[in-house]
């Protein structure tokens, strides 16, 4: 199920952690961007241009998010987990990649035609801002903690194994 890959087979990465904060990046571009485009959106009708762009993006997002949090759960998290089964944050984490996955399929729900978003435009607006703090929050306590705890964790073989995982099932196989 490689359908999801968003780099060419030549993109190459230093290691797990640059891959993952690489991804961190786009996303939060992309969520920036999402976050000017809905900027004042209560005030003022949404024209068929502006409706366009924000569900594009807003579904671009999603499928970002999707990628970046498969990618962790199906090989960093379970790594993590088993190195720290008292401590591990990996619960929680999940826990809030189900709620940041949501929110974004509610926003994205809210902008299925036109005039359902033109009737939910303030509430639009508002869930695309919390959608970005939860983002922002989330990737701050895996560049800051998580990642960095991986890597006291388990030496450069290892390390080197989660990466090549990553790549082989995410990037190399499409």
Same mark, same amino acid.
């Given at each position: %199920? ?14 797990? &952690? ?19 485009? &809905?900027? =004042? /959106?209560?005030?003022?009708?949404? =024209?068929? !241009? !502006? ?18 949090? %498969? %990618? ?11 190195? /720290? ?7 929680? $984490? !999940? @826990?809030?990649? @189900? ?9 994205? =729900? %809210? ?9 939910? !435009? ?7 801002? @919390? /959608? @970005?703090? /939860? ?9 800051? &903690? $998580? ?28």
């Amino acid at each position: %199920m490689n359908t999801m890959t968003q780099h060419t087979k030549n993109e190459e990465f230093y290691d797990m &952690v640059s891959l993952l904060e690489y991804e961190h990046e786009e996303i939060l571009i992309s969520l920036s961007e999402l976050e000017n485009l &809905v900027l =004042d /959106l209560g005030k003022q009708e949404v =024209d068929y !241009k !502006k409706y366009g762009d924000i569900k594009e993006l807003l579904a671009k997002v999603f499928k970002r998010l999707g990628f970046n949090f %498969m %990618m962790e759960e199906d090989i960093l998290f379970p790594e993590l987990h088993e190195a /720290l089964p008292q401590q591990s944050s990996v619960p929680a $984490m !999940k @826990t809030e990649h @189900t709620e940041i996955l949501e929110l974004c399929s509610m926003a994205l =729900d %809210m902008m299925a035609t036109k005039e359902h978003a033109d009737v939910n !435009k303030e509430r639009i607006e508002a869930e695309i801002i @919390t /959608l @970005t703090d /939860l983002v922002e929050r989330s990737f701050h306590k895996k560049e800051n &903690v $998580m990642y960095h705890e991986a890597e006291s964790l388990f030496d450069e073989r290892q390390l080197e194994e989660l990466y090549n995982k990553m790549l082989l099932k995410y990037y190399r196989n499409s």
